[in-house]
Structure formats: C-alpha cells, structure tokens
C-alpha cells in the first residue's frame, strides 16, 4: 500500500529555512572574523612585546650600576609572558624554550618569543601562544553570543512575516474551498501579489473551461431530448392506429422511450437553472393524481396514508413537485423488490418506503439498480430537484428496505396590511 507523502507547511519551510541561511551566514562571518582577528591579535600581541623590549632597554640605559638583579627573570604569576635579561655576569634559571642564538621573533612550542641584544645584555620576552588563544576565543565568544538575540528576533520576525507574506495564499484556498460545486464564476486576480496572479488566472481558465463543456452537453442533452420528442409523439400515434399485433406490443417500449427522454430533458433544465417556479401548491392532490397514473403500469402495488387530510398546500411549484415526485415513485418501483408505502403527515413530511434487495443506492448517473431497466437518472433528477427546491431530503438503507423522507415547508398565507 502506497504511502501518502507527508503534509508540509510552506510557512515554516520558508522561515526555517530564512533562519538557517542568516544562521549560516552569521557563523560564516564568525569563522572569517575570528581568522581576521587573531592576524590583528598576533600583531597586537607582537607590538606588546616590541614595546615591552624597548621600556626594559631605556630601563637599562638609565639605570645605575652592572646588576639589575630584580629584573632578572621576572615572569607574570601565571606562567603566561615571560620578561627574561640575561646578563654574562649573571647566571638565570633556564627558560621553558631552547635557547636562542639571534634576535628577532622566534616561534618555539607554545611561545612566541622576541630576542633583542643591548647594553651588553640580552632581552627575552614572550607570550604563551595558548594565552593568545584563549583571548582571541573570548572575543569570538562575544560575536557567537551576540547571534543568539539576533535568532530569536529572526524566529519571531519571520514567523509573522512569513504568515503575513503567505496570507494571500491562504485566502485564495480558503475561498475555492468554500464554493458550491455549481459555482463556476471566475476566482479573479485581484488584490493578489503578482507570485499568485498566474495561479488565480489558470484557474479561473479551468473553470471556464468546464463551464463551456458543462454547457454544452447540457445544450446537446436539451437540444436532442426536445427534437426526440416529436418524432416519438408520432411514432407512437401510428403505432396505436395499426393493426398488427406486434406494432401494438411496440407502444409500451416507445413509452419508456419516452419517459426517458423526458427524464433527459429534465435534468438538462436542473442543470442549466431552469423551470423552477413559484407555488403554493396542493402537494396530496399531486401526489394522489401521480399514484393514479402509476399504478396501473407499475411492478409493485403503492400503498397511501394521507393522514385523513384533505389538502396540504405547500410553497412550491407544481410542475415541479410533480416531476420530484414522480421520479421518486418510479425510482422506488425500478428499483424496489416489494409494495411501495407512502406516507404523508400533517407536518408535511413525506415518507416513501420499499424493499430492496442492495446494500446501496446507485447513486452514481446510468448506475443501473438490479432488476432495472432504466437508465440510472432518476436519482440525479431527485438529488437536483430537492436541492434547487430547498426541500430537505434524507435517504437510508437498512434491513433491507430503503426510506426517503421529503421535509416540505407549509404555505404561509401572505397577510394583508390592515
């Protein structure tokens, strides 16, 4: 079984990954400026010991008498630099280098050492290169810290920019998803940045697309139900006035004939808004002149309960309600396996109730039921008719019975002003 990928949020991609490269960015600056750093540091550091020679020579040049014992191998408490004067009638304590035959800068493990020869004596000075180290490490220290506010602004800052930047986006998701599947009106590309401008224009091109298809087989349903209809009209007229038996026989098949193309033409005219008027109408009259005209030609006997009333007027169209209607009745009569029962209560709700032997309906269009031989439209027509009536409409399947029930509204009288 193959895995859908992983859902992913554009927001937090495009901020993690802003911060990475600034990230990135900030330490690549670090590692150059703390090489920069420790260049500048060493010459600091060399120009210290240059300074630190040539005090110690003015000392020596100014100072009274041969021996400067105190000067003599004085080092920091720490064992960091070094000031060493070795003088011929002096003996000094060995230094933690070897020892040096020339002046000048020298590098020796852990040190870095200037030698300088004056006034008969010599002057060593040094440095431990870790000490060097340590300090340059402390100042790149102050860089790397300084980072941490700069990401957590970063990660703030994105984060409301990036939803800001992206809102566009997902209001443009969030008004596709919130249309009717009917609805077919350009989307429109305004107040759109110009990243989702072509993503708006294609798929209002798309829709106009379907739009132009979706009209033109409703115009060749309607156009070809509408001219079938004249011809089986006649067909069936010359058919009654023969004589010969299997012409006769033929009537009942030119009749079905003709009840589908009506059922074409019908839903040609639910798809493209039209032929939904205005009630109030008597929905028992309708529903008993419909039983009536069923119930010699249909495969199961309709039984009717209408609650003792004598009419129910509801605000819907008649012709409508009729063509409801009667698709009900006879989808309940192809489909069904038993008497059909119908119940009409004085709240105006309808219930139409048969066995059957599926599990389902066919609700997909041409999805024959067993045991039909209908085309598989009528549930289509029911589903369009009830939802551009605004008649609530539930349908089940249990225990081997299936149950629709019609939520009709009672007509109001209009009240005159008084």
Partial sequence: MTQSPRPWSLRKRLTWRVVLLVLS?????????AVAMDHEMNEMFDQELMALVETTVSYLD???GAGIPRALGVETSNGERVLR???PDQTVA???WAPLATDGFHDAAGWRILRRTAEGSVIEVAHSTGWRREEMFEAAEAFLYLAIPLVLLLLFGLRRFVAQT??????LASAVAGRRPDDLSPVGSGGLPQELRPLAEAFDG????????RKAERDFVAN???ELRTPLAALRGRLELSSDPDALAAVDTVDALTRRVERLLQLARLEAGVGIGRGPSDLLRILRLLIDDLRPTGRHPIRFDDSDLDQLIVPNDADALAILLRNLLENALEHGTGEVRMRLAPNAMLTIENPTTRDSLPL????????????GLGLSIIDAMADAMHVPMTRTVKDGRVRYELHFALHQPERLPA
């Fill in 25 to 33: 960015g900030w330490i690549a600056t670090i590692v150059l400026a």
């Fill in 62 to 64: 100014t100072s009274e």
């Fill in 85 to 87: 004067i070795l003088s």
């Fill in 94 to 96: 060995p230094a933690p």
């Fill in 166 to 171: 992206t809102a566009p986006v997902t209001a």
């Fill in 206 to 213: 798309y829709l106009a697309r379907i739009g132009t298809l």
């Fill in 224 to 226: 070809a139900a509408h």
């Fill in 364 to 375: 997909e269009r041409f999805e024959r039921g067993e045991g039909s031989d209908g085309l």
